[in-house]
């Protein structure tokens, strides 16, 4: 019973990963808090639905959403913080504009899928149980364990082997410095987003196949536990977030599954909060949570 | 003449409601404190004052003090830990609180009446009470703004670093801005619950967070009528434009879009930042012109 927790808890941190390594890469390299991140991933689970309602096979409505979430991420980065950028004080102001941004977007939504529910036809994925050592493993949760690693894996190849992925590390060091060597700031930027943008899409098509309940709210809660995950595993690391990311999947599936219903939540954000009081930088972040401003 | 007036109490009633959590916000922003606690507080403080009320039999002055007291004593508790963090960590840590108070709401449904919400509350606050409440904290944040209190305040926000070079307190001023933070909105929360009937537990989540923000923000965050101008404009555009009430959470995405990148210290800021610019400048010429005749003779 509880290796069948742990191993449900893995999956689901699986997807937690695609979300929260995307929210903190923006983290990492800019230092904004992208609020508007919960929207993205759900316009990933919109436009895989309505792919998939039009017609379209499952792995089209995949790949439309990762390339919509991205671009409209990069959307995003350029209405909403381009222009903060320049000026002092973007980090208050990066936070209200992507919230900004989030409520237009669920609006938009919202009008689109007229305030309802929606759910995948019932045989999008055909319902196949895996049994072996007592444990029970669906094709769903295959796919979405796939999916996740080979995404993570693509994004590791591409941040840490390509010319590109120096670029963004270098820039995430020190943008003057990488600007003086012939970085392009503003495009590595919006690659960026764009990798950001098509993770989130990529965990909201899996979490709306796996719950079959897509709304414009959906968004919301896997906005707090990707706060929850990345302070965990340090704001702005990636491998943090990756390892937080499990760690808080097994954790929730845990906890749902021993504590009390109704105190999960607060649970999760109690840890939370005493981590942020404890070791404020997480498991592998860097020193700067207590630093005094001195800002203007 | 009347009737068209009191066609508009309701509103005018929510706009001294939300003024006063909006200088909640107001003052934690002002004393650089990236706080973003008031929607959890003042849901502490409105189940407190309802709680009191329902339950205990208390009469509802009492249990307004009560209400700003627990606003202030939770206030006090979390302030510990926001001393030891800045910036992003300070939002995300109250964004956890928000969450935590909301899920222990509904978690105690014994006491908070869960989902279903706190119900029966009797009426005890009407326009006249509001108002009051209205000029009193007005006046409060006025006196704040111009003692040594609001200079520390502003000291920090620009600078702190330098405010502590010059033996202004940090953690002190910041504690005592969120205690007056946290009493404000306990006080505003228990108000809106002697004056609303019920109280539900999303009614202080996600979006009265974003309400509240988008009054400070778009109005602005220094002056005393910032908070003012803001709750003004955002709650008239819906009730002005008509077709606009419908996408009421599209109209506020975008102006916290346009005014963060465009007015980033808000209308009133700004307004007020421009008079002084040229009445400055206008004095500037003045001595300027005496110069030069000056040295012409």
Redesign the interface.
């Given at each position: 019973m509880l290796l069948q927790q742990l191993l449900n808890g893995l999956v689901v941190g699986g997807v937690y990963a695609l979300f929260a390594v995307g929210f903190n890469l923006i983290?990492g390299i800019q230092?904004f808090?992208n609020l508007a991140h919960g929207a993205v991933f759900m316009t990933g689970a919109f436009v895989a639905y309505y792919t998939v309602e039009a017609g379209g096979p499952l792995i089209l409505g995949f790949l439309a959403a990762i390339i919509i979430s991205g671009l409209l991420s990069v959307l995003i980065e350029i209405?909403?913080f381009r222009?903060?950028r320049k000026?002092g004080?973007a980090?208050?102001?990066a936070?209200?504009?992507s919230?900004?941004?989030?409520?237009?977007i669920?609006?938009?939504w919202q009008w689109i899928s007229k305030t309802q529910v929606v759910r995948f036809p019932f045989d999008t994925v055909p319902v196949v149980i895996f049994r072996f050592w007592g444990l029970r493993v669906s094709l769903l949760q295959v796919i979405m364990m796939v999916a996740a690693v080979v995404i993570v894996m693509i994004m590791a190849w591409f941040l840490y082997r390509t010319s590109f992925g120096r670029q963004v590390r270098a820039v995430t060091d020190n943008e003057k410095a990488a600007t003086l060597v012939g970085v392009n700031p503003n495009r590595t930027y919006s690659l960026t987003y764009f990798i950001s943008g098509a993770l989130a899409g990529a965990a909201g098509v899996l979490v709306g196949l796996a719950f079959n309940n897509i709304n414009y709210m959906m968004g919301?809660p896997y906005l707090?536990f990707g706060?929850?995950i990345i302070?965990l595993g340090g704001?702005g690391s990636i491998p943090g977030a990756l390892l937080a990311s499990l760690i808080f999947g097994m954790g929730q599936t845990l906890a749902i599954a021993y504590l009390?219903s109704?105190?999960?939540?607060?649970f999760i954000?109690?840890a939370?909060?005493l981590i942020?009081?404890v070791k404020?930088t997480g498991l592998m972040g860097r020193e700067e949570?207590?630093?005094?401003?001195?800002?203007? | 003449m009347t009737n068209i007036l009191l066609g508009y109490q309701p509103l005018f009633d929510l706009f001294l409601l939300h003024l006063g959590m909006a200088y909640s916000q107001w003052l934690v922003l002002r004393a650089g404190v990236f706080s973003l606690a008031t929607a959890g507080l003042a849901a502490v403080g409105a189940y407190t004052g309802g709680i009191l009320v329902v339950s205990l039999g208390f009469p509802a002055p009492v249990a307004l003090l009560l209400a700003g007291l627990a606003g202030g004593i939770v206030a006090l508790g979390l302030s510990i830990p926001l001393a030891r963090l800045r910036g992003v960590y300070q939002a995300i840590a109250t964004v956890a609180f928000i969450q935590i108070v909301l899920s222990l709401n509904i978690y105690a449904s014994g006491l908070t009446g869960g989902p279903q919400g706190l119900n029966g509350i009797p009426k005890t606050v009407g326009t006249v009470t509001l108002l009051i409440a209205g000029i009193l904290t007005v006046y409060l944040m006025y006196t704040i703004t111009n003692s040594r209190l609001g200079r520390a305040f502003d000291a920090i926000r620009q600078n702190e670093a330098v405010a502590a070079s010059l033996g202004v307190s940090i953690v002190r001023h910041q504690t005592l801005a969120f205690i007056i933070s946290g009493a404000l909105a306990g006080v505003y929360g228990a108000l809106e619950a002697f004056h609303s009937y019920a109280l539900a537990p999303s009614q202080f989540g996600f979006t009265f967070l974003i309400s509240i923000l988008a009054y400070v923000v778009l109005g602005g965050r220094n002056t005393i009528i910032g908070p003012i101008v803001g709750t003004a404009i955002l709650l008239l555009l819906p009730e002005i434009a008509r077709p606009l009430a419908e996408a009421r959470m599209l109209v506020y995405g975008l102006l916290l879009i346009l005014v963060i990148n465009y007015l980033p210290h808000g209308i009133a800021d700004t307004l007020i930042e421009r008079a002084r610019a040229r009445r400055l400048s206008a004095r500037l010429a003045k001595s300027d012109s005496v110069a030069t005749t000056a040295t012409r003779n």
């Open positions: 983290f230092r808090l209405v909403c222009r903060l000026s004080d980090e208050f102001g936070i209200l504009s919230m900004g941004a989030s409520l237009v669920m609006t938009v919301e707090l706060f929850a302070i704001l009390p109704g105190l999960t939540t607060a954000f109690s939370m909060f942020l009081l404020p949570a207590g630093i005094l401003r001195g800002r203007r | -």
